[in-house]
Structures are given as structure tokens and as C-alpha cells.
């Protein structure tokens, strides 16, 4: 049964990185879904047993019920996102003391070997599937997401930075595979050379960054090893790579000019290492929005409502939902007294992995860990379940290099409440979410909610979405209490999206509060590239009061 379990593991997590459905209003949810069960079925396959838990990840164990306190207590808007947050954190705890347990119970070697070969396999049909979009050859294929004008390519992820970043797993997978001469030469050059190209397709700079970090980690590791990449042949690759970059634009125009058709046009190295700088005026805000709640910090995942805490001190035009800089992200939720501490435990665990890295397999995971930590300080790749599960999983790996680590028992009976516990959370959530989708179209018209599944239309843990039902349903000119608005303009700064800034402004509007419209009128025009006035407002909000007045009528 064990071997089953984590074959169905290995499934799960692949078609949460091929997953092609990406849907208003929780994009990935069936990439979640997918990562969730494949970790429930990692525990499923070692339930039979206990488990060893290093001393090391019982100190970690107190920061996953920090977002549920904080919705407790509060500082977290809605008490079903904070469950949310702990539920991740609860997750990713869980896939490191199970990678850990796998890697010394069965042959390390074995083990990474399969890792690999689902990475390379995964990675190679998102090769594949990036070259179609650039190709414009993705059109009404099943499985594959229709790239839209302007866009680079990305596979199934959506975005392409987060495509690049695991496109370049796959090709440590590849380097590990070469290295431990498991594929044919000739098969695993032909499959570096696509994943390689596809992550120029991507245009990612994160990857150049990783290039560099790969060359210098790679070089510090194994100058004293013998391995098979030696410098000259690193270089080899290296070069071809910088090629690829440099030469797309204009391969682009001459496949375009073959074929008579447009294929994705391709930026120059140039106009893409001159772009990119809104992210130092998020990181400016950041900064502000620590240093006006030093201590408090603004709540797990609430990075929309510091921005607009400090919004004034320094205004930009891009909404952000993450400050694009993990460490910047773990401060402003949690404070600096917290932040730092989960930052120090963390910087301090990963350095010790790193000086406990003596194997080939240890070098070539953490090759991955950086990969994925780079990307995380420019971005917020770690959002993602198929992302934060398996950076656990590498480092429970890791870690397993050192199995005479001090360890407690956990016993196989927790093991299996919590396999069972999961996977009624998932059908729940599940449950929920199709409902909010069913009845979101009706709310948003001012209809009652009347599509059910299993017989009701209720939402049990997901909260979040009732709670933006009613929202939806509300009149913009309804007359609302100073707390009720206060509570409201918590929610609208956490989720400062076009429709809710608009909505709420003219709610402010209808209340006689024309100033602090005028302010929200100012973040959306501000972050959406919008021109509305008050004037505007004062228009709609006397339609919306003679249409509500029709509907009393009916």
C-alpha cells in the first residue's frame, strides 16, 4: 500500500504543476486541491508506522497557529482565511517530517533518483506545451491554457516566472539524472535542451539570477567531488543558454516570416534588463508600512492592507497582494520582533542543511531550495501549494543526512486522524467553493443564492466567500453604520480590487462621507488606471437608488 500511496502522491503533485484550469475567483484552486491531496496521500503511504520528528521542527511548530491566533484576535479580517494560512503552514510541516522519515526508512539514492524522473517528466511536457504557446499552436488543445495576446509563455502556470522557476527543477532533475548515468545521453541532452529553451521563452529574470547562483554553488559543492559537469562543460551550457535569450527576438521574426502567421514576440535582453522596477516602489512601501506597525505587524497574508495603510506616503499603480520579497512579507504580517525570529529559525535551518549537505542528492535538492528562495525574493512563488510543498519536501530530504538528530515520536494513530481530518477539510472546502461559484453570478445581479450542492447553500468554512456574497448583493446607497463601514474599508484595503475600491467609495458616498470617497476614488484611479470622479459616483449612486427602489415595487 505504501508504494501505491506515493505513486498516487507523485500523480497528484504532476497534474497540480499540468493543471490547465485557472478560474476567477481562486485561480489555482485546482492546483491546491491537487498539492493538498497529493501531501495527504504522502501521510497515507507512511500512516503504517510511527514517525520520527526531529527537535528541530517541534521548535517550528508554534509559527503555524500564529495566522489562526491572529484572526482571533483580529488582526486577520476574515477568521476562515487565517484557518486557511494555517492549514498551508500545517501542510508544509507535515511534508517535511514525511520527506524526512521516507529518505531514512528506504535508500536516499533510490529515492531521489524517482523524484527526478517526475520532475523531468513534468517539466518536459511544459517544455512542450510553453513551445506550443510560442508557437501559437496552443489553440483548442485539451489540457493546454490558450496563451492571450502580449503574454509570454507560461505552460499550465499562468504566469511565467513561476513556470521558469520550475522549469529549472527540472533541469537540476536532468543534471542528477546525467550524473548518476540513469538516461541515455543523447535522450537527457535533447530533453535539458527543450526545458532550457522553454525557460528563454519565459523571459524570466529570476532565472538569470539562478543561472548565477547555480554556477557558484555548484563550483563551491563539488570542487573537491568528482562529478561528470565539469567547469568547461557548466560553461558550455551556460553560454548556450545566454544564446538562447539573445537570439529569440530575432528567431521569433524569421519562424514568423517561414510560417506567414505571428508567433509571441520576444523582448530583447535589453528591454527586459531595463524593466521590472515597480518592484522597488513595492519594497519602498513595504518599508513604510514596517515602519508605521513595527511590532503588530499588519496579519498573515494582509500585505493589500499595509499597502494601503501607507498608500499616501507613497503612491504607486500596481496593486500588490505580496510585497514580492518573502522576508518583507514575513515582517510586515507578523512585526519585527515575530518577523525576525521566524526569518532567523528559518535562515538558521537552511544554512545548517547546507553544511550538512555532503551527497550529490543533497547539492542537487538544495540546488532546487535556492531556485525556488531566489524566485521568493523577487516574487511570491511560495502562495502556491505546489511550490510550498515541495520546498518541504526537498528539505525534509535534506535533512535526512543527519538521521542522528535528536527525535520525539509521533505516533501512526495522529498520523491517520490527520489523513482523515484532511481529507474531509478538502470536500469541505471543495463543497464550499462550488457553491460560492454557482451563486456568485446570482449575488452579483442583487439575486438570492438558490444553486445548492448536497442540498443547501450554505458555506461552512470557507467564510470568506458568504461573507463576499453578501457583499456583491448589497446596494451601493445602502445607509450602514461608522463601524459597519470601518469593517467594510478593513476588507476593501485587503482586497483593493476595481469593482470592491468603486463599490466602496460609493457607499462612503451615499453615507455623506464625500472625503474619504474622494480617498478610496484616489486609490483606484491611482492603482487601476481609472479616471473616476465624484461626480461620477454622484450619478451611479442615483441610478442604483431608483433601481432599488423598482425592485421594493416588485
Known sequence: MRAFFLFLASILISLAWLSPDHAFPWLTFSSEMLSFAAVLSLLAGLCDQNLRVPKIQWVALPIVI????????????????????????????????A??????????????????????????????????????????????????????????????????????????????????QKLKKPLLTLASVVILFAIALSQSRTAWVVCLFFMVY??????????????????????????????????SSFIALLRAEKVVEASSVAERATS?????????????????????????????????????LHPSHEWVTSGHNILLDIIVWNG?????????????????????????????ALLMVGAILIHALLEFPLRYAYF????????????????????????????????????????????????????????????????????????????????????????????????ELTQLGQMVKNRASPYNLHKYAQLLLANGKAHEAGQYLYYLNMLHHESYTLQDLSAENAASAIYGEDEKKR
Open 66 to 97: 500564529i495566522p489562526l491566533l491572529q484572526g482571533m484576535c483580529g488582526l486577520v479580517l476574515d477568521l476562515s482565511s487565517a484557518l486557511l494560512f494555517s492549514f498551508y503552514l500545517l501542510a508544509f510541516w507535515f511534508v517535511t517530517i
Open 276 to 312: 521590472g522596477y515597480l518592484r522597488f516602489d513595492i519594497w519602498t512601501q513595504m518599508l513604510l508600512a514596517i515602519q508605521q506597525h513595527p511590532f503588530g505587524g499588519y496579519g498573515w497574508g494582509q500585505t493589500s492592507l499595509a499597502q494601503l495603510t501607507i498608500f499616501n
Open 336 to 364: 519585527l520582533p515575530l518577523g525576525l525570529l521566524i526569518i532567523g529559525y528559518m535562515t538558521c535551518w537552511i544554512l545548517w542543511l547546507n553544511h550538512k549537505a555532503k551527497s550529490l542528492e543533497s547539492v542537487v
Open 218 to 251: 555548484w563550483t563551491y559543492k563539488t570542487y573537491k567531488y568528482p562529478v561528470r559537469l565539469r567547469m568547461p562543460y557548466m560553461l558550455l551550457w551556460v553560454i548556450g543558454f545566454v544564446a538562447m535569450i539573445s537570439l529569440l527576438p530575432n528567431l
Open 388 to 483: 510550498l510543498f515541495p520546498l518541504g519536501f526537498l528539505l525534509g530530504f535534506v535533512q535526512s543526512q543527519a538521521p542522528e538528530l535528536k527525535a520525539s515520536i509521533l505516533s501512526k494513530y495522529v498520523v491517520r486522524g490527520v489523513v482523515v481530518i484532511g481529507s474531509i477539510l478538502m470536500l469541505l472546502i471543495w463543497r464550499d467553493y462550488t457553491v460560492y461559484k454557482l451563486n456568485n453570478g446570482l449575488a452579483f445581479r442583487g439575486e438570492q443564492p438558490t444553486q445548492t450542492v448536497w442540498g443547501s447553500t450554505d458555506i461552512y468554512v470557507l467564510t470568506q466567500f458568504k461573507d463576499r456574497m453578501l457583499w456583491l448583493q448589497m446596494n451601493p446607497t445602502t445607509q450602514l453604520s461608522e463601524d
Open 99 to 180: 520527506s524526512y522519515n521516507l529518505a531514512i526508512q528506504n535508500d536516499r539514492k533510490k529515492l531521489f533518483i524517482r523524484i527526478c524522473y517526475v520532475l523531468l517528466i513534468t517539466s518536459t511536457i511544459s517544455s512542450v506545451i510553453a513551445v506550443l504557446q510560442w508557437l501559437n499552436l496552443d489553440q483548442h488543445l485539451y489540457g493546454v491554457m490558450e496563451l492571450r495576446a502580449g503574454n509570454r509563455p507560461f505552460a499550465n502556470f499562468a504566469q511565467p516566472n513561476n513556470m521558469s522557476t520550475f522549469l529549472v527543477m527540472g533541469l537540476m532533475a536532468c543534471l542528477y539524472l546525467f550524473e548518476q
